[in-house]
């Protein structure tokens, strides 16, 4: 299927997002009286076509010379060069690319060549998949779909238009990896292929933390773009640590559903599934679930005729680090991850143990301040959803002890922060300057506080400066 009018339906839902653009179709109508051709591209025609919510509108314009257009777009406004190099441009205001149709030689740093003239089949060629190769005339509302993409949309699958240009960019690996999630549909047997052995290891860190960003905050079912990598046999190279638990035992009688692998994909949708206030909580508590069992893989002996992980927590705070590094640079984002997986054991045991409110109190210090025991909630929370001996999804249910622990951490009030302490370093400049000192008192200080629960300043002042 090359050109077939949208259905009525699709229309309506195009025109009403065309109209949140002004003046988009002033623009549209400029470049037609003069001979051009606007196609709305990219992810929003395939967004629109699988009833998503449209957003990021691109237009690629076909029989514009460049310097006809960056003209006409002149004459309604200042025109952004968001790189007129590549012949794309901006109207300032109007949140849309307009681009047109181009050529790139290989490498990171391609050589552009812009060609108004160029078939719509071969400008199409050169995106990523098929569902991403389809386009929609902004003015006769024909869908243009060289490559068959509204089918493969409807099939759910995923296909490159040209197996050469796919490789050209490295980056479209983790793309297809995010895909899989977001959308939940399957490559065929040419793309698990071209992706088996496709050289990606010069994709920059940023780039990849992009395209897992996207895997963890847009999918319901993160856990299938990360099983994608070990069934391509590439899960080694791309998160060596995660590849390390992958047939590591568990004793069933706790783990029903098989190796730490297996549990960790479970623990990754069941988090996905939960409600967060922001996304950056959510991808904070994303990447602690997929990190939370990798010790694992370095303590995981048998005791007793019993598989145990003695100390797992601890040796997984380290390892996510490792593996984060390979996705961000984000130092904060590691730290923080890195306490909830050393810590995501507590919310268990402190109900078991009946935890006093001074131990709630500490935990959500040592995890401070990026981390929150509303977030190593969530973490436990996954933790024990990722138990379903029915493989590849988790558990929907609710634990008690769980619900128990966020309940005593709001009665303790630091379930989102923690206690602030009262004495403070200008409070004891009359009597001792800054140091080691004031650091030792301070946290004496800050110890009687939560245990004792004193927060009458100069009564604390008093008990630390007696302890001297």
Known sequence: MESTK????IQRVLNTVLDQYEPLKTIVKAISDIGGRSLLVGG????LLLGLPVKDLDIEVHAVALEELEKLLKQLGRVDLVGKSFGVFRL???DVDWSLPRKDSEGRKPDVVIDPAMKIKDAFARRD?????????LVTFELIDPYDGFNDLKKGTLRAPDKKKFIED???????????????????????????????SDVSVERIETEFEKLMLKSKRPSLGVRWLQYIERLKEVLPELWG?????????????GDVFEHTMQCLDAAAAMDYENDK???VVMFAVLCHDLGKAKTTEKIGGVWKSIGHSKEGEKLSKDLLRRITKKKNMLETIGKLVRYHMSPS???????????????????????TLELLAKVALADKLGRNPIKGVPLKKEFPAITKFLDNAKKANVEKVPESPVLMGRDLMDVVAPGPQMGKLLRDAYEIQIEQGICDKKKLKQMVLDKR
């Open 6 to 9: 949208i259905s009525v339906n």
């Open 44 to 47: 929003a025609v395939r967004d």
């Open 92 to 94: 300032h205001g109007l």
């Open 129 to 137: 998949l098929t569902i991403n190769a389809i386009g929609i005339d």
């Open 170 to 200: 490295p980056l479209r690996f983790y793309r297809v990896m995010q895909f899989i999630s977001r959308f939940e549909m399957t490559p065929d047997d040419q793309l698990h292929e071209i992706c088996k052995t496709m050289d990606i």
């Open 245 to 257: 638990i992958v047939g590591v035992p568990q004793d069933e009688a706790w783990h029903p559903e």
């Open 281 to 283: 909580q959510k991808l």
């Open 349 to 371: 045991q402190f109900v078991a143990s009946g935890a006093k409110p001074s131990a709630y109190k500490r935990l959500a210090r040592k995890i401070a301040p990026g981390g």
